[in-house]
């Protein structure tokens, strides 16, 4: 109705769940990275929980558009149930046979010895089993211990079912009754959604009003926006039906601002009394301070794809309810890809503008770098020592850290020259770019599927002493390293976790066109390449989209982004270029794994 008269092509503020709208803020990217976190962490229970309306559906939904192709998902939305049909619920959606072994009366036992032979054969084809319980605040007693029953079943390394309740705060008070203290102990990580901040409203607004395609300048100023974000209290669902509300009566009064006013007649329409003045002090409280993480003792920091996605690095987790810490650097942990580091220019102290830093050969990169010579012939390779642990990483000491640099620079054919601290200038005059992320996982390192410098932490003389090392190659028992001076190693992937801490660099090739940092969404001859490779990548599978160019290049991006499993920003950031390099083909060294 108001649409057109605000400039807009659609009603930006529906309720419904049109995944045009996808907003994470950065608690929401937390929330994420705590179920990505949660794929691969050796079983348990992942929660997740908040009010009505913060957006956990919104998390939810984003999360098994990630899950890889390797883990079954069984999900379940109505857990009033009892445990027997809980039981039954769970097997049908894992696609398991069950059948009562004295016919008429179907046991608990019935259904758990099937589901536990799918779960172990599942285990050893290398899949994992992911069991999503959504509205879990509605969970019996009785049920929510037979869901800790379920989580005994495991082998000698890892428990074979990975746990995720998602509820609204009345599932945080459940785990917390000291009946449930068994179960609280198997919670290897919980996040509490909690609503937008001031800052995040505003966004959350803008964000709405761009996809819808305001051509003009916004309907909402600065005061409208706080008077939103104090009568909604900050839930993205009561922002949207207040937003809406707003625009109407402001439609109605034919202004095209909508005054604080208008803003709360509209509250007073749309809210009742109670539920206004709840959010007011939710407001008031500081509720909307940031979300605390509860990670377990000993466990990795989340180490996770940079946007959409990824699994955090196999360790061994303690279990513990956790302890209590600050999500200080967990959002970037859930980005889409992590932002390349920033590229100093020559004249930047430690990079001397006349220092010849890079040779490139005109030859192709190899596909994939030579394995270590531990390797056997069948792929596979014996673990080092603890002594040839210990030397490896006394010669990488010794070395500050260039030589490590020059080992990656070989596997692109590249030769480094000089000793600059940071050869990434040079190497961006040259085409090549370089990606860092200091939150990475393997499974982002799996998806790059490049040989990357990793940052390595080992513990001399009770210090912490940090040192480089390039990942050659990866499979799923082991990871192949070589340092400076020709020295390789071959490790457990569960011993690199208490080296390595989720600090990656990796180049990539950028397209001629981006060379010279063109934007990829301003430049006009990055627009036509980034149409090019989309349009090939996606082929038959892109869904027809209308409207301006741009915004059918930022719908065919999300399809991209789906289709490789990152978060959907639509945004062409760096490990979306590189994947779709990757689509077209472009030649660059591989991660051997063993075989």
């Known amino acids: 109705m108001y649409a057109s008269f605000f400039g807009l092509e659609h009603q930006p503020f529906s309720i419904a769940p049109d995944p045009r709208y996808l907003f994470m803020s950065d608690r929401h990217r937390e929330a994420l ?7 691969d962490a050796g079983g348990g229970f992942v929660l997740l929980t908040g009010e009505v309306g913060t957006g956990k559906t919104t998390v939810c939904r984003c999360f098994l558009e990630q899950i890889p192709a390797h883990c079954n998902v069984a999900y379940i939305f109505n857990p009033k149930l009892t445990v027997l049909e809980l039981l039954r619920s769970i097997c049908d959606e894992f696609g ?6 004295v016919p008429g009366s179907e046991t608990v036992k019935d259904c758990i010895d099937p589901l536990n032979a799918f779960l172990l054969e599942s285990h050893a084809r290398g899949r994992n089993n992911v069991l999503i319980i959504d509205e879990a605040q509605n969970l019996a007693p009785d049920v929510l211990e037979q869901l800790r029953l379920l989580t005994n079943l495991e082998t000698s390394e890892r428990k074979l079912l990975q746990i995720i309740l998602i509820g609204q705060p009345e599932l945080r008070a459940m785990v917390a009754e000291p009946s449930m203290e068994q179960l609280a102990q198997r919670v290897i990580a919980r996040y509490h959604l909690d609503a937008l901040s001031l800052g995040e409203t505003r966004q959350y607004v803008a964000h709405r009003l761009n996809v819808a395609g305001l051509k003009g300048p916004t309907p909402f100023g600065e005061k409208a926006v706080q008077r939103v974000h104090s009568l909604a209290g900050g839930v993205p669902r009561r922002i949207n039906l207040l937003c809406d509300r707003s625009l109407l009566g402001a439609y109605a009064a034919g202004s095209r601002e909508v005054s604080e006013t208008v803003v709360k007649n509209a509250a007073n329409e749309v809210f009742d009394a109670k539920s206004r003045a709840a959010a007011s002090a939710r407001q008031a409280s500081g509720e909307s301070s940031a979300s605390r993480l509860w990670w377990p003792v000993g466990a990795l920091a989340l180490a996770l794809v940079a946007g959409g996605a990824g699994w955090a690095l196999r360790g ?11 999500a200080a650097a967990t959002s970037a942990a859930a980005q889409p890809a992590a932002s390349p580091a920033s590229v100093p220019s020559a004249s930047q102290p430690g990079v001397a503008a006349s220092e010849p830093a890079l040779a490139a050969s005109s030859e192709t990169p190899s ?3 030579a394995m270590p010579a531990k390797t056997a012939a069948s792929g596979t390779s014996s673990s080092s020592s603890p002594m040839e642990l210990e030397q490896f990483l006394n010669a990488q000491s010794a070395d500050d850290g260039f030589g490590a640099w020059k080992v990656l620079a070989s596997s692109w054919n590249l030769k480094l020259t000089g000793k600059s601290a940071d050869p990434c200038p040079a190497l961006a005059r040259g085409g090549v770019q370089c990606y860092r992320n200091r939150k990475a996982g393997l499974a982002l390192v799996r998806q790059l599927n490049r040989p990357v410098l990793l940052t390595l932490v080992a513990n001399r003389d009770g210090q912490p002493v940090k040192v480089s090392a390039v990942l050659e190659g990866l499979n799923e028992e082991e990871a192949w390293l070589e340092g400076v001076n020709g020295s390789q190693l071959v490790i457990p992937v569960s011993e690199l976790a208490s080296l390595w801490h989720g600090e990656i660099t990796t180049f990539w090739r950028a397209p001629k066109v981006l060379a010279e940092g063109a934007d990829p969404m301003s430049n006009p001859n990055a627009q036509a390449w980034l149409d090019e490779q989309l349009a090939r990548s996606l082929g038959a599978k892109a869904k027809s989209t209308s409207g301006k ?8 991006i999300r399809q991209f982004q789906l289709a490789q499993g990152i978060t959907p920003d639509g945004q062409p950031g760096p490990l979306t270029l590189m994947l779709l390099n990757r689509a077209a083909g472009v030649t660059e060294p591989r991660l051997r794994t063993g075989a």
């Open 33 to 39: 990275a705590h179920l990505l976190y949660g794929l």
């Open 96 to 101: 398991v046979a069950h059948a009562a072994s």
């Open 316 to 326: 061994e987790s303690a279990r513990g309810a956790g302890v209590d810490a600050k």
């Open 367 to 369: 596909a994939a770098p």
């Open 549 to 556: 160019p741009a915004t059918v290049r930022r719908e065919r």
